[in-house]
DNA sequence: CAGTGGTCTAGACCACTCC
DNA sequence: GAGTGGTCTAGACCACTGG
């Protein structure tokens, strides 16, 4: 059989076993495809793939070279709360600690392209798995930009989940990060203050408008694992 | 002009203006290549890049629907420390902090699938950017399967790159978490011990067989990002 | 200018899965 | 069984880039 994951499978090894060593120029796709007996465009399936993940870069006329870094792309997953606590086999649980209408934080501000007179629904969460405290959340809305929401409307679902019921968002961006908990973050995570957490910074866009900023703390022991 | 990318962005029109709702099946490929006069391999490469990042989910037989949670699946790109320094503009330097041959730690013998009485070789290091520390980083080796090494051998490169010479690696694997800074850490990285400090493992494979472990420590200002 | 990868096409068959 | 996505093919043209 002649797949596309065959063929990955064939140059990887090759890759492997230093016959083709790091920075050496491998085959043409049109000398694979005839090699291998498959088509042309079986092989750039197949290329395409490994330099997607860094293992070989391309360049136009000059041909595939085997990468000589150790640098490697990988797909890091970033579920939704509710999906992460779920996935584990745990009890999803999710409490309001925090809603008010207030300036952003410098961070804040930053992310949502606000300046320091503006101001912002600032929501807190706290996220637990089996009872026990998972997640701290703060979300800042660009009250702007987006519809009216009420206290009552965080009561029994996250700031996210009220948010994707009503706009589609395009894209984001992330900061991940160590940081100390503070005074709030350790009662709510159940944990001493000036203990290290894991914060995850994300910045949610619509086209080109930036709606929410959310800042989430997770205990020590969370980790956050990515394959290749 | 059809471009699979001009399909991508014109799904991504109706889902960002909601006309195709998250939840909801939007047309097969067959039905949006001839809407769109192309070929149906069009259609399909500019869906399946959208299904890779988790904006839609696809399933034989059901058909094409608009991914419901805020779930996304983006690249993290993990460079070598050498490149990451480098690409911010400053001055890379490397010096050799430890070495020896010893029992390793739980966590690395877990890592390279070793028995407590099996030796490992552990290297420490410091990366500066600028005379800055900048990483802290301490790396197991599997000894039984790697050729020998020495001391010297690590004066001028790091481990990585002496293992990057020697074998090619064929996948790895992440964990990204908050530690506290030990006294050791702490010393090389100028900070005061218990700082928190983003720790980042990696066991690099090639094959079926683990042949090194790492685990680097960034100072508290290191922020690691990524964008969709 | 020529060589390489990047992409599109039209058609075909297969794999999965709901009914 | 039938409808959907997953993939392969053979051929074509285009885009970029080194000489």
Redesign the pocket.
Not at 1 to 7: A, D, H, K, L
Not at 58 to 64: A, D, L, Q, W
């Given at each position: 059989?002649?797949?596309?994951?065959?063929?990955r499978a064939y140059v990887l090894d090759r890759i492997r076993s230093r016959e083709w060593p790091p920075g050496e120029l491998?085959?043409?796709?049109?000398?694979l495809?005839a090699g291998l007996?498959?088509?042309?465009?079986?092989v750039?399936?197949?290329?395409?793939e490994l330099?997607d993940i860094g293992i070989i870069e391309?360049?136009?006329?000059?041909?595939?070279r085997v990468a000589t870094t150790l640098a490697r792309r990988t797909v890091l997953d970033m579920p939704a709360i509710r999906t992460e606590i779920e996935d584990m086999g745990a009890i999803y649980a999710y409490a309001l600690a925090g809603f008010s209408v207030e300036a952003p934080t410098e961070a804040a501000a930053h992310a949502l392209q606000l300046s320091a007179g503006d101001e912002t629904v600032a929501i807190k969460a706290i996220y637990c798995a089996d009872d026990l405290p998972h997640c701290f959340e703060t979300v800042w809305l660009n009250a702007r930009v987006l519809p009216p929401l009420k206290r009552e409307d965080l009561e029994r679902k996250s700031a996210h989940e009220w948010l994707a019921d009503r706009v589609t968002l395009t894209h984001g961006h992330f900061s991940i990060m160590a940081d100390r908990a503070g005074a709030e973050d350790a009662r709510h995570l159940k944990i001493e203050e000036g203990t290290p957490v894991l914060a995850i910074e994300r910045t949610n866009w619509a086209d080109t408008t930036p709606l929410s900023f959310a800042r989430q703390l997770y205990p020590p022991q969370h980790r956050l694992m990515s394959g290749d």
């Open positions: 059989m002649n797949t596309w994951q065959s063929v491998i085959p043409t796709e049109q000398e495809a007996g498959c088509a042309r465009a079986t750039n399936r197949a290329l395409r330099a391309r360049r136009r006329k000059v041909g595939t």
